[in-house]
């Protein structure tokens, strides 16, 4: 059963800020919410992960509302290289089970020059 | 650290043949996983590993499918006997606890990943 719930895909044109949202209705009160990203033919990356309100660091931030059942990955200013797939993962800090490291097939970003 | 070492990078393989892919762990960390990666299917785990004893399997998709790691540093996903569908690209990933090792997070390191063919 799937825990998250992304766009497939996303465009955007250089320059502009890029939020991705993702859904997660049934986040548990341990579980965190981490984002990966995945340039073609590379494995996944970490991106950031947060627990709630704003996480930011150099690459990304990460605003997650008071209820939780909700987080948004904003890229400030996308260039050519963020063209990639993010992934929403949501669960526990320390791996407990499968449960927590569901990737599904994440949301592909598409910068446009 | 050269980070988490995969082999080979490219196989393949014709339907029936036995299939060994290889990973090495970043040095200290208590954790592998096994993913495997397809167009229709997105990134799925398969099978992870914690102090080298496998703790969830329900990923691998068939008795074909089995994992082994015999020391902290070395990891084997065997594929026996291979079919078309089996065609993917593998990766290995590993992690530390969060608080040791001085990690922050429980952040997965990838490895360059295996393309995987089966005629």
């Known amino acids: 059963l799937a825990k998250t719930t992304q766009p497939i895909s996303m465009d955007s044109y250089e320059g502009q800020e890029v939020n991705i949202t993702c859904s997660h209705n049934n986040i548990a009160t341990n579980d965190y919410i981490t984002w990966y990203q995945q340039f073609p033919s590379q494995g996944p990356r970490f991106i950031i992960q947060g627990y709630k309100t704003k996480v930011t660091n150099e690459v990304a931030s990460l605003f997650i509302p008071a209820d939780r059942k909700s987080s948004t990955l904003s890229l400030p200013r996308v260039s050519l290289s963020d063209t990639a797939v993010y992934y929403c993962l949501v669960g526990d800090r320390v791996q407990t089970g499968a449960n927590n490291l569901f990737f599904g097939t994440g949301t592909r970003l598409t910068v446009i020059p | 650290d050269a980070g988490v070492i995969q082999s080979p990078r490219h196989e393949v393989t014709e339907m029936g043949q036995e299939v060994t892919l290889r990973c090495k762990p970043i040095?200290?960390?208590?954790?592998l996983f096994w993913y495997r990666q397809t167009m229709m299917r997105g990134l799925e785990l398969l099978i992870y590993?914690?102090?080298?004893?496998?703790?969830?399997d329900s990923g691998m998709p068939e008795d074909r499918f089995s994992a082994k790691m015999p020391n902290a540093s070395f990891s084997t996903l065997k594929i026996q006997p291979s079919e078309p569908r089996d065609s993917a690209v593998y990766f290995c990933a590993s992690s530390s606890v969060p608080g040791l090792a001085g990690a922050s997070y429980n952040e997965q390191f990838f490895g360059p990943g295996t393309r995987l063919t089966v005629l």
């Open positions: 040095s200290g960390h208590d954790y």
């Open positions: 590993f914690n102090n080298n004893v496998p703790i969830d």
